[in-house]
């Protein structure tokens, strides 16, 4: 996916970005190691066996792993301890398993470290009994999230944190599973899928799609990989021939997550540093790095939703003119197009789309509680504000930035 040429909707920040990316260095070299600690422990009264294992496994960047640890129990009984070394500056994410007879006897939900440079303790990381989903397809069933995937050998249901055992009945199409209680089930229907569960009928579910996309100017270039696994990528340069393949599982390199599908393929390096469009000057949670026949060319890639979603930003400041003391004014995105918060009075949301060019939000819509005039009226600019914004942008200190057409700072936000 190419983005479009033409002027940019923040002009000046344009300008700035043009230089910056055309000196853009990448990432190289060792980086400094933070350390994560914890404990793995479970609720049940259940000893382990004596062959048990503690497998601890730090992922980042499209699933590379940063640093994997295997304690043989030896008989010893939960709180286990462990202790990882990462990449100082990444996300990362924790999995914790414990494994006997060639088997996972408990697993832990994904543990999400954020970025930074001191160290970690995760304190005890509660483990649930069974192996982890595998194969995962993500759906969107209403405002419910659905997954279906394995456990173990065991075709799975996840609905709102509880897992149903299906297994395949017939159906007149698609492919259909069912549970020992013939009202919960899962139906495949293409990208369209049917979920009930005892019963009652959710919505239809909606495929979401496992897509990354990076891109590219002067030249024009851009990369999607696809499918589940991410694996399945088709390369598009301008004056060269497409390239499509299937990239091998992500390394993690010299600071980088880099997918190798050499030599008949491209070398793919993305860093997780904040990148923006050299045309449009739209934000991306990735530089990227792309070497196809002896060419390299740069860009951004990942989703510029990412940078906005998975948080509660705290306004600090609407249109230069701080905030009353004692206000509390939130934005929050999701993942289906809506923002929302309060405007330090009242309770007010939203939609938004992220553009090729910039960020648009919706007229708003509030509650109607009266507050002390002070507060009506910052409520008002506020959402004034937010009917100007255009595109937005993360300064150096992680602040959101929310802008308008001409790259004026609307509304400044932390994230809580």
């Known amino acids: 996916m190419r983005s479009a040429p033409g002027s940019s909707r923040i002009p000046g920040l344009r300008t700035l970005l043009l230089a910056g990316v055309a000196a853009w260095p990448g990432v190289a070299g060792a980086q400094d190691l933070r350390d994560v600690t914890g404990q793995a422990g479970h609720a049940a009264r259940i000893a382990l066996p004596d062959d ?149 009928t959710l919505p239809e579910c909606a495929a979401l799609p496992a897509v990354y996309t990076a891109r590219g100017n002067d030249p024009d270039w851009s990369l999607i990989v696809a499918g589940q696994d991410l694996a399945a990528y088709r390369l598009i340069r301008r004056d060269a021939p497409e390239v499509a393949g299937r990239f ?49 060319v740069t860009g951004c890639g990942g989703d510029p939703r990412d940078l ?44 938004y789309a992220l553009t090729g060019e910039g960020l648009d939000i919706g007229p708003a819509a509030s509650t109607r509680m009266a507050c002390a005039p002070a507060l009506m009226e910052q409520e008002t600019q506020f959402l004034a504000a937010l009917e100007g914004i255009a595109g937005f942008d993360i300064d150096a200190t992680g602040a959101l930035r929310l802008l308008s057409g001409d790259g004026t700072t609307l509304i400044t936000a932390r994230r809580d």
Do not use: K
């Not at 914790?96 to 304190?123: E, M, R, Y």
């Not at 419910?144 to 065991?154: I, L, N, S």
């Open 52 to 200: 048990a294992v503690l497998t601890v496994a730090a992922r980042g960047l499209r699933d590379a792993l940063l640093d994997v640890t295997t304690r043989p129990t030896g008989g010893a009984q939960v709180p286990l301890d462990f202790a990882l070394s990462i990449p100082a500056g990444v996300t990362a994410r924790i999995n914790v398993t414990i494994l006997a007879h060639g088997s996972a006897l408990w697993h832990a939900a994904p543990v999400a470290v954020a970025p930074g440079q001191g160290a970690v303790n995760l304190g005890l990381v509660m483990l649930d009994p069974g192996a982890a989903m595998t194969g995962a397809a993500l759906y969107l069933c209403g405002d419910t999230d659905v997954t279906f995937g394995m456990v173990a050998d065991q075709f799975t249901l996840l609905v709102d944190g509880a897992r149903y055992p299906v297994d395949p009945v017939p159906a007149a199409s698609g492919a259909r599973f069912a549970a020992a209680d013939p009202g919960t089930f899962f139906w495949s229907r293409g990208e369209a899928a049917l979920v009930s569960v005892a019963g009652q």
């Open 308 to 351: 906005l979603t998975g948080t509660d930003w705290h306004v600090e400041d609407i249109a230069g003119a701080g905030l009353i003391d004692g206000a509390r004014v939130t934005l929050a995105f999701d993942l289906r197009g809506r923002v929302f918060g309060s405007s330090g009075c009242n309770t007010w949301f939203s939609g």
């Open 248 to 296: 091998p599982a992500a390394v993690w390199t010299d600071g980088a997550a880099v997918w190798d599908a050499r030599p008949d393929g491209p070398l793919v390096r993305m860093h997780e540093v904040l990148c923006h469009d050299s045309m449009t000057a739209m934000p991306y949670p990735e530089q990227v790095e792309v070497t196809m026949d002896e060419e390299v």
